[in-house]
């Protein structure tokens, strides 16, 4: 899943591809180096940035996504936790809708997953709530309280990916706890996305800026494959996909049958 950011202050590549022709520029880059999913977002959720309306939101989404769905090169994705933005980027052409507050901010955003069948990504977060000490048990928490707005609203289990929430609300300790235990995860029965990419716990192990952590992340992305990630959503396709190229042909070995 390659990363496209349509705004001015996302913490990496804010401003890079607030161009339309630039971002579709960067969406066909990405495709060309393996991804097969590209997620449109048109608001910065780092800490502290600034909201936006939702109609400037879908002013800056909408017509990449019309455009990318034109081209039929990749899924879309859209990254939204609005509800209105959600159904006009479906029609638009989304076929997947990725909120980053797991429908508890806008619950209304499962029926628009219900009603159309795109895929959803039900991400965990920590922010605005109280979190349990214990990095797994809130992932429990949080995330079984989605799925129960998701089964609500109709939401079949097969359209829906988790993803825990790397960096939200979560300290260097938190997201390299996160990443050891990550495998716990699977009780809960679920495809599971992976967004690590130039976060600030890669720069806190690597000691280097956003714009220079593609190899850190490419080491989470081994890390995390090897133990049952199956999406990996970043800004470098290309170190990305050939890092996990070497983590599938050694879970390709660990399973093949010994002798000769």
Same mark, same amino acid.
């Given at each position: ?25 960067? *969406? ?47 899924? %879309? ?31 209304? %955003?499962?029926?628009? *997953? ?96 956003? $714009? ?6 490419? $080491? ?31 879970? $390709? ?8």
């Amino acid at each position: 899943m390659g990363i496209l950011n349509i705004t001015p202050d996302s913490f990496s590549d804010g401003g890079s591809y607030e161009a339309p022709g630039r971002a579709l520029e960067q *969406a066909q880059r990405m495709i060309d180096e393996g991804a097969h999913i590209i997620d449109v977002g048109g608001e910065s959720t780092r800490p502290g940035a600034a909201a936006v309306s939702a109609a400037e939101e879908q002013d800056r989404v909408l017509p990449i996504i019309a455009a990318l769905a034109r081209a039929r090169d990749a899924l %879309i994705s859209v990254d939204t936790y609005r509800e209105e933005t959600a159904r006009l980027a479906v029609q638009a052409g989304a076929h997947i809708v990725n909120d980053v507050w797991g429908l508890q901010r806008e619950p209304g %955003i499962a029926r628009v *997953a219900a009603e159309t069948g795109a895929g959803l990504v039900i991400m965990h977060t920590g922010r605005d709530r109280d979190k349990l000490q214990d990095v797994i048990a809130d992932q429990f928490l949080f995330l079984r309280r989605s799925l129960e707005i998701a089964s609500e609203a109709g939401v079949a289990e097969g359209q829906i990916v988790l993803d825990p929430g790397f960096g939200f609300a979560k300290d260097a300790d938190e997201n390299l706890d996160l990443m050891a235990r990550f495998g716990e995860l699977e009780q809960l029965g679920y495809p599971w996305l992976a967004g690590t990419s130039r976060k600030r716990f890669v720069g806190h192990v690597t000691g280097r800026d956003a $714009a220079d952590r593609d190899a850190g992340t490419a $080491a989470t992305s081994v890390i995390l494959r090897m133990k049952g990630a199956h999406v990996f959503r970043v800004h470098n396709v290309a170190i990305n996909v050939d890092a996990l190229a070497f983590a599938d042909a050694m879970l $390709a070995r660990q399973t093949k049958p010994s002798g000769r």
